[in-house]
């Protein structure tokens, strides 16, 4: 058996690149010997073909059926010097020549010869280079070279079953633009002095340049770590394995499991919270709206609690704050009214017949709009005016009503009206002014005319019932103008203490203006005052205006009174009082007491049957 049987040779097989200049063949000797016929069988293995690219093959018989056979080594004459034999390679030879008169040059009986293999000359091309020239003069320095056989003629060469391609496509011609690039590396980083070289396979320093008549070195030996070529390892039958994008590592069954625990365990308390919400909605929904088939009204939604402060909504919330409710008890009687907070001490405004149960002994209750409550007592009260003023003491955060002014009110405008109709606190009611100086008289129970009041009232048909007395009576300001006193009811009484009788439309209120001087003067002394002309009234004169006294326990006219110094005399009958018309004794005495002691009026007086005009200054008199 023939060992170590090469591959053969393929025609199409790729032919090494050799840089210019290395590789370059000389004239060729004969190496094979004399008497060795190179046309012979035997010798047709044992040529050797020298390429233009500096690869040496050796040809073999295609026809051949028997075992390849290497070809027999020829033999080379090494020459001798006087350091010794050196080869082909540049090396010294471990064969030296004995010095004697044969040595020098050329093929002799005292010539060492040196068997050479042929494969020798398949080497690199400076093995070439090395090998020829023309004699065997070994040059200082440089080794001697070796004849090589000629090249065969290119038409003596076998022709390849196909031409060469002319387009270079693999695997006929170089790698084609579709071939993968060759696997690079980056090259290795020069450490600093001092520092170690990292682990692993260094570049090889690059060789120094020699000069032109030293020996080429012999080429470099291989990297002994190449670098992994990408597709080197690629099975491309082998079971795909695990791939993830992005890069992380593949989750084993185990983890997998916990995971999948883990999200349902999760989504289970995510599911009963979810579900407990919904029940608790749900639950809420039907306690509040009824069952699904239950019958739901519309609702229009719940509005902000703020109205406009000239709105009766908005005139009750700032007014309410000062409004109070009084409770009367004393000589066997119990009276409820309401009354309003004049300033921050305590003094509190309301109708003279609301606190008259009490009397001297009496207790007064004072409740205000939050529910608190205090004992009260009277600082002062007039009958005529219908008027008092009582106290508490001990409260703090007080909220005094603002006054308007009654002399700017006109008729149509609205009001509201505030009290305790039957005892029921912090009632509200809303009208408009009906009339002005309305001339009405309360009271008269005692018959003898010490409990009647003259007022010369506003008209409001706002809804004012018993229980409303000494009440405020409000602009659209939220600011007095009336103190609500009496009614018209439909029995023809006028006193709100009179019977139970209702609202039919017909409240009267003192005009704020009249009850601030009285007020005034009963927290000053404890006493009002009122103006008067200094004259007795017929009050059983039928005609039409107001008569002076004729007869009587006393004078007519008052000795040096306002009417005497007018030169009013008794029987003259006073029809106008400013200009405005009287038809009563009652209607004089209204107008004299709106106005203050020491004004000026203007009396129109009928005399006989003529009529003559006066002027006099009002007098005062203590009221009771």
């Known amino acids: 058996m023939n060992e170590g049987k090469p591959t053969k040779a393929k025609w199409w097989s790729r032919p090494r690149q050799v840089p210019p200049g290395v590789g370059e063949v000389g004239p060729v000797e004969d190496i094979s010997g004399p008497g060795v016929d190179r046309d012979s069988d035997a010798n047709r293995h044992s040529d050797t073909n020298l390429h233009s690219d500096g690869d040496h093959r050796p040809e073999r018989d295609h026809q051949s059926d028997g075992d390849y056979e290497l070809d027999r080594p020829a033999t080379v004459t090494a020459p001798t010097g006087a350091a010794g034999a050196v080869d082909a390679a540049g ?72 031409d060469p391609d002319p387009y270079s496509t693999p695997p006929y011609g170089e790698p084609g633009p579709w071939a993968p690039a060759p696997p690079v590396q980056h090259p290795a980083a020069t450490p600093a002095h001092g520092t170690a070289m990292p682990p692993g396979p260094r570049p090889l320093p690059a060789p120094a340049p020699l000069p032109a008549s030293a020996p080429l070195p012999a080429p470099y030996p291989s990297n002994p770590h190449p670098a992994p070529a990408p597709w080197q390892n690629y099975d491309p039958w082998a079971a795909p394995g695990p791939l993830q994008q992005n890069g992380a590592a593949v989750e084993t069954k185990t983890q997998r499991h916990k995971r999948a625990r883990k999200a349902l365990v999760l989504g289970a308390v995510a599911l009963a919270l979810v579900s407990g919400g919904v029940g608790g909605a749900v639950g809420a929904y039907l306690e509040r709206n009824g069952g699904v088939g239950d019958i739901t009204l519309p609702q229009a939604p719940k509005e902000a609690p703020g109205r406009a402060t000239d709105s009766v909504a908005g005139i009750a919330a700032r007014a309410l704050p000062s409004v109070v409710t009084l409770h009367v008890r004393g000589s066997g009687e119990a009276d409820t009214g309401t009354g309003f907070v004049l300033d921050t001490q305590g003094h509190i405004l309301t109708n003279n017949h609301v606190v008259e149960p009490a009397g001297s002994g009496g207790e007064i209750a004072v409740t205000f709009s939050g529910g608190e409550s205090a004992r009260a007592t009277v600082v002062g009260r007039d009958r005529g005016y219908d008027l008092a003023v009582v ?123 009249q009850a601030r001087r009285v007020a005034e003067e009963l927290i000053n002394t404890g006493r009002a005052t009122h103006p008067v002309i200094g004259v007795m009234l017929d009050m059983d004169y039928t005609g039409d205006g107001a008569r002076v006294g004729t007869k009587g326990g006393g004078a007519p006219v008052t000795a040096g009174g306002p009417g005497a110094k007018a030169g009013i005399k008794a029987g003259d009958v006073i029809t106008e009082v400013d200009g405005q018309r009287v038809h009563s004794g009652e209607e004089l005495i209204v107008k004299t007491r709106a106005h203050r002691p020491g004004d000026r009026l203007r009396l129109t007086l009928r005399r006989g049957g003529s009529q003559r005009t006066v002027t006099l200054v009002l007098g005062s008199a203590s009221g009771g």
Not at 110 to 137: H, I, K, N, T, V
Not at 391 to 400: A, I, N, Q
Not at 415 to 421: E, K, L, S, Y
């Open 91 to 162: 090396t010294a030879s471990p064969y030296v020549a004995p010095a004697g008169p044969g040595a020098g040059s050329g093929v002799g009986d005292g010539d060492f010869e040196l068997e050479r293999p042929a494969a020798a000359l398949q080497g690199s091309a400076p093995d070439a280079e090395a090998l020829a020239g023309p004699s065997d003069a070994v040059p200082a320095g440089r080794a001697p070279e070796a004849a090589v056989p000629a090249q065969q003629a290119p038409e003596d060469r076998p022709r390849p079953l196909h």
């Open 391 to 513: 106290k508490v003491s001990g409260v703090v955060g007080l909220r005094p009503m603002a006054l308007g002014n009654s002399d700017s009110v006109q008729v149509g405008d609205p009001v509201v009206a505030i009290g305790a109709p039957f005892d029921l606190a912090n009632t509200v009611t809303s009208g408009i002014i009906s009339a002005k100086e309305r001339p009405i008289t309360a009271g008269g129970a005692k018959g003898d005319g010490s409990d009647v009041s003259y007022v010369d009232a506003l008209q409001t048909d706002a809804p004012i019932n018993p229980g409303n007395s000494g009440g405020p009576l409000l602009d659209t300001r939220a600011r007095v103008i009336g103190i609500n006193s009496a009614i018209r009811s439909a029995d023809g009484g006028t006193d709100l203490q009179g019977g139970q009788a209702g609202s039919i439309g017909l409240g009267f209120a003192i005009p704020v203006n």
